[in-house]
């Protein structure tokens, strides 16, 4: 089969979404399908000044970083790059979350992601809206984007939510799958740095409950995640990132401010005063110490 | 001539002047910034645990061990556990490995006319990557090293996990990079030319290409990160001085490019795994730079020894990790009551990464990053060039020059965060 030709254009990044794509597993099965016509780090038939200078046929517009009409690259505006291929590709992919939404140096002014500023949509690009198919993450997990690109070669129905974002991974919670899951559900508040136990939502700022990814379901380089290492969720998916206080639970009279996506706060009160009837001792004490 | 270098993290243009055809001084310039500094202003101190790891994709966790330190530097009596000091060495190695590996086969070995072996450069770099987030939970951008300690608990279990994933890692060196299980311990770069590998095949066809004595500087060197493994000093050739302060490091910015200046007591030096190694005294790095100076023979060669250096050691430091004691310690007071200033220096893949941090009133007031590219790639004038420009003078071709250039391993996305 004819390789699939990506295009990887960064704007505003750490490159952070290129490095972690190299972690993903399987790269020899992904080079042998895909064509990068030009990559950050990996050897490509084309420079950069190729691609910048004249139209290289493209099946498919990988961007990473985010975006503003003064950055170039190869003294070109990469919003005239963008505009170049975006019209001739099959599908656009925002890789990232700086891509998405601006993230991190969204900061700046007259930065922001390729359709959105934060939750905003912008209209720059507008027109390509529809093609686009946004992979947010900071960074992204490389198996969800290359399993995205493979669904777009096969040309599969690729079912999006209100940022374009797959659902297949983007349809969970990150805390879903977190090995400190029981904590959570019981409402036991005892979270402390440097322990396997405890979670994280309560005290130190964890935003898993409401933030969309598959962190817990598909491990981060295959053995762990963020949360369970004791690390909070930084929420590092969603337009808002990054939040302030990452590592404080914000609180209104004791009950944290952001609640599970969907829960209502008097529902989640309720709850709260239910799990109070129980006293789960395996919870309470350390998990297999003496 | 103006060159466009990609594919460093970013890019960089060279302007190469030429005086009898030979490059007479080249004009650096890095053509963007993105304000990292400046976002931090204001922030909660503890929020720059999140935000620079996100300063650099291939050397962020270098980032967050300079922050961790900049901000525990702020406190007069905080404690933290030799354990924990031990787990940030340890991941700090694992992304110097991955970096060393990406470099050599995906930068070095194409620019020597190879086709680039993404796979070699990838399986071992995505062990270390594992190794990483076994205790930070994922790589890149974890930010498990927090003021106290880090988040993390392991157990026996984990280090039997961690055990396998280095000797999986050595054994990959030993298969492909260097094929011999004396590498580590070989003294005499003439060995080294002798053994059977993808190092020894470059250092030789450096030697047929007539490139041994390419690349050549000031013979400077610094490291100011030091830990368990590595020294903190200068080294003025061989002769090696401990006794250096971040008081002399200067910064200055230059109006043509958006990178800033670094400077000691006013002299360019070079930073990274030739410094480190020639202030270490390792062995056989210094026999290549006593026969081959400090060119990119003694460069690469300084780099590739890092690998199996570190894993030697990071052997030990496992071994030696005492799970009983704590991961985390409490700060005696929340950092949102500070004010307070600190810096810390690590050593980053590149070279030396300096942090400072000002904080007024539990928000940071100030800001500072010092990368290991910027001190290489200061870009000086024609009467007092920078590290990486000496090095290209009296080169003749272009092609050459920007291999000098590169084995420095610049990264563009550090320079101008």
């Known amino acids: 089969m004819k390789k699939t030709r990506v295009l990887w254009l960064s704007a505003i990044s750490c490159n952070g979404n290129t490095h972690s794509f190299l972690n993903y597993p399987y790269l020899e099965q992904f080079l042998s399908d895909f064509e990068f016509i030009y990559h950050p780090v990996l050897e490509s038939d084309y420079s950069l000044e190729d691609i910048t200078a004249c139209g290289i046929a493209c099946d498919i517009l990988l961007i990473e970083g985010a975006i503003s009409s003064e950055f170039q690259r190869a003294d070109v505006a990469i919003t005239q790059i963008i505009e170049s291929y975006a019209q001739e590709v099959k599908k656009i992919v925002t890789v990232g979350t700086c891509a998405t939404f601006g993230g991190i140096f969204g900061e700046n002014d007259n930065v922001t992601g390729l359709h959105f500023d934060k939750e905003k949509r912008t209209d720059t690009f507008e027109h390509y809206f529809d093609k686009t198919i946004s992979i947010s993450g900071c960074p992204i997990h490389p198996e969800v984007l290359v399993n995205t690109l493979y669904a777009i070669k096969k040309e599969l129905l690729i079912s999006v939510d209100k940022f374009l974002r797959p659902k297949e991974y983007f349809a969970y919670t990150v805390h879903n799958g977190c090995t400190r899951n029981e904590y959570f559900e019981y409402k036991i508040d005892n979270h402390k740095f440097g322990t396997l136990e405890g979670c994280m939502f309560y005290e130190h700022g964890c935003q898993a409950p409401y933030t969309q990814g598959s962190c817990n379901k598909i491990l981060w380089n295959e053995v762990n995640s963020k949360t369970r290492a004791g690390l909070p969720c930084m929420g590092c998916t969603e337009p808002t990132f990054p939040k302030q206080n990452l590592f404080h639970t914000k609180k209104n009279m004791g009950i944290p401010q952001n609640l599970p996506v969907g829960v209502a706060k008097r529902t989640y009160l309720t709850l709260a005063g239910i799990t109070k009837a129980f006293t789960i001792e395996r919870l309470e004490k350390k998990l297999f110490d003496d | ?417």
């Open chain 2, 1 to 417: 001539m103006i060159k466009l270098i990609e594919k460093i993290e970013g890019e960089a243009k060279l302007n190469f002047n030429f005086k009898d055809n030979k490059i007479d001084f080249v004009d650096i310039k890095f053509m963007s910034t993105r304000n990292i500094e400046n976002i931090l202003r204001g922030k909660s101190p503890l929020d720059a645990l999140v935000i620079n790891p996100r300063v650099c994709g291939i050397c962020g966790h270098a980032h967050l061990i300079a922050t961790v330190g900049a901000l525990e530097d702020c406190y007069d009596d905080l404690k933290i556990s030799n354990k924990a000091k031990t787990i940030r060495e340890l991941t700090l190695n694992f992304e110097l490995i991955q970096n060393h590996f990406k470099w050599f086969y995906l930068t070095m070995l194409p620019l020597f006319g190879h086709k680039q072996q993404v796979l070699k450069a990838t399986y071992p770099s995505q062990l270390m990557a594992k190794a990483i987030a076994l205790f930070g939970g994922q790589y890149p951008h974890t930010s498990y090293a927090i003021v106290g300690g880090v988040v993390c608990e392991i157990t026996e279990m984990d280090k039997i996990k961690l055990q396998h994933l280095i000797t999986e890692t050595i054994k990959f060196v030993e298969d492909n990079l260097v094929k011999s299980e004396n590498f580590s311990v070989c003294k005499n770069i003439d060995n080294v030319f002798k053994m059977e590998g993808d190092l020894p095949n470059l250092l030789r066809q450096i030697k047929e290409e007539k490139l041994l004595e390419r690349g050549k500087s000031y013979d400077r060197f610094i490291a100011f990160g030091a830990n368990s493994y590595f020294k903190k000093g200068k080294s003025l050739k061989t002769r090696v001085s401990h006794a250096i302060s971040l008081n002399y490091v200067k910064e200055s910015e230059i109006p043509s490019s958006f990178a800033k200046n670094v400077s000691y007591k006013e002299k360019y030096y070079e930073v990274g795994p030739l410094s480190r190694a020639m202030i270490n005294k390792i062995p056989l790095v210094i026999d290549a730079h006593r026969k081959y100076g400090d060119s990119i023979l003694s460069r690469i060669l300084a780099r590739v020894c890092e690998i199996s250096q570190l894993l030697e050691h990071s052997k030990k430091l496992i071994q030696a990790l005492d799970l009983s004691e704590p991961s985390f310690i409490e700060p005696p007071v929340d950092i949102s009551q500070l004010n307070a200033s600190g810096c810390s220096a690590v050593e980053a893949a590149r070279g030396t990464l300096i942090h400072k941090v000002e904080i007024e009133n539990g928000v940071i007031k100030n800001y500072e990053i010092i990368t290991p590219t910027q001190w290489n790639l200061s870009g000086g004038t024609k009467d007092k060039q920078g590290v990486s420009q000496k090095a290209m003078i009296g080169l003749s071709d272009i092609k050459t020059a920007e291999l000098v250039f590169k084995s420095f391993d610049v990264c563009s996305v550090c320079t101008t965060h």
